[in-house]
């Protein structure tokens, strides 16, 4: 089979930001330099809407729940100098809601358990958690400096964000939305994506040429793998259990497998394998006593025969 290019489609200047929404089937290109959105029917590959939204738009989130987008406008269109998000509806593919946040926001991440949109700002040094139901921001959470990437880990409800100045991941409680730990990464963290089959975090480092793999339960680097030159973003093929990593200066693409995880035994099969255990003792014991039962009855039917004998 012959894998290749199915179709190029010309959009604006500067497209900046990619998300699929899967409910209406249709992909969100933000254009950094157009100010504005474009919407591409997957259906037949074209573009079926422009939308204006704010300055210099880098990134998109899709909110499965509310059927919206929420795109991340990096420059500054109020007058305190803060970034700001713009909510698409998906339906009739308008700005239902402009949410200030705060200096240079570049990446955003939708909480499903939720109902959550949590926004690196990258010269705050913070993320702004915003609700999806008032479409307000709700807490400021202070990470480290330079906030780049940040995901939802849906296993444990944990928010994971670089800081690549400080070389560090967060790790954000969406309970409390506080910082409950702190992990060293390579040089200059930037992109992340979450496995959820292994429970791991990828982290991009951009100066270490690494991606350092961080397990969610232990919090900890499990691992760090050597990549290409400036490694600056990363995706995850769920299926074959394959990470795939882009480097920016040597034009490549670094591809690594993912061990397999031992799967963990659930609290339905422990309690069946309890019910078992029990039930195979009750079953040895009956027969134990069934059997010497047996051997008195034989026992005693053998000295009547003698005494009759007798």
Request: proline share 4%; glycine share 8%; hydrophobic share 40%.
């Amino acid at each position: 089979m012959y894998w290749g290019l199915a179709f190029e489609l010309t959009l604006e200047v500067y497209s900046s930001g990619l998300v699929y929404d899967s409910g209406r089937g249709e992909i969100f290109a933000a254009q950094m330099y157009g100010n504005s959105v474009e919407v591409v029917s997957d259906s037949n590959n074209s573009v079926v809407a422009t939308v204006p939204v704010g300055s210099a738009p880098v990134a998109l989130t899709y909110d499965s729940g509310k059927d919206e987008i929420f795109v991340i406008n990096s420059n500054s269109i109020f007058s305190n100098g803060n970034g700001s998000v713009s909510v698409i509806s998906d339906i009739n593919n308008t700005v239902i809601a402009t949410i200030p946040v705060e200096r240079h926001p570049i990446d955003a991440a939708y909480d499903s358990g939720k109902g959550e949109i949590f926004v690196t700002n990258y010269d705050s040094a913070s993320i702004s958690v915003i609700s999806d139901v008032s479409n307000r921001v709700v807490a400021t959470i202070h990470v480290g400096v330079y906030p780049t990437g940040v995901i939802y880990d849906s296993g444990l409800g944990e928010i994971f964000s670089a800081s690549e100045e400080d070389n560090n991941v967060y790790v954000i409680s969406d309970k409390i939305n506080a910082v409950v730990a702190t992990i060293p990464v390579g040089a200059k963290p930037n992109g992340m994506v979450y496995d959820s089959g292994s429970g791991e975090i990828f982290v991009t480092n951009l100066f270490g040429n690494t991606t350092s793999v961080i397990s969610d339960r232990s919090r900890t680097v499990i691992a760090t793998v050597q990549v290409g030159h400036h490694p600056i973003d990363v995706a995850c093929d769920f299926g074959k259990s394959e990470v795939f990593v882009t480097n920016v200066d040597d034009n490549s693409l670094s591809v690594f497998s993912v061990p397999t995880v031992p799967t963990t035994t659930s609290p339905c099969s422990t309690l069946a394998m309890m019910i078992a255990a029990v039930v195979l003792v009750v079953v040895g014991a009956i027969m134990i006593i069934v059997g010497l039962f047996y051997r008195e009855k034989a026992k005693t039917n053998s000295q009547q025969g003698d005494t009759g004998r007798e």
